[in-house]
Nanobody, 115 residues
């Protein structure tokens, strides 16, 4: 089992920044960690992914150039730095880990961007 705990959400004005954290209870054999988000009435969408071994990253087109995903392997933590936030970024953000064939989810953290 892998437990994931997100933190760092909150209310911010458009143009502002937030940094989300995803702390994993263990890092053994985790292949990648991703951030997803779900806005009210919309499907959950993939925002960013980091591959734990290589450090390579992928981003959704809607956040490229504004969001940065990074990892701190020593502390089993993945971060999502979000800059130039827009009201359209308002959502619950979830951390997701893939270990072998199992996926694990955190409880989510609310991000609200006011215009």
């Amino acid at each position: 089992q892998v437990q994931l705990v997100e933190s760092g959400g909150g209310l911010v004005q458009a143009g502002g920044s937030l940094r989300l954290s995803c702390a994993a209870s263990s890092s053994g054999s985790i292949f990648r960690i991703s951030w997803y988000r779900q806005a009210p009435g919309k499907q959950r969408e993939l925002v960013a992914t980091i591959f734990i071994s290589s450090g390579s990253t992928n981003y959704a087109d809607s956040v490229k150039g504004r969001f940065t995903i990074s990892r701190d392997n020593a502390n089993n933590t993945v971060y999502l730095q979000m800059n130039s936030l827009e009201p359209e970024d308002t959502a619950v953000y979830y951390c997701n880990a893939l270990r072998w064939t199992n996926q694990y989810w955190g409880q989510g953290t609310q991000v609200t961007v006011s215009s």
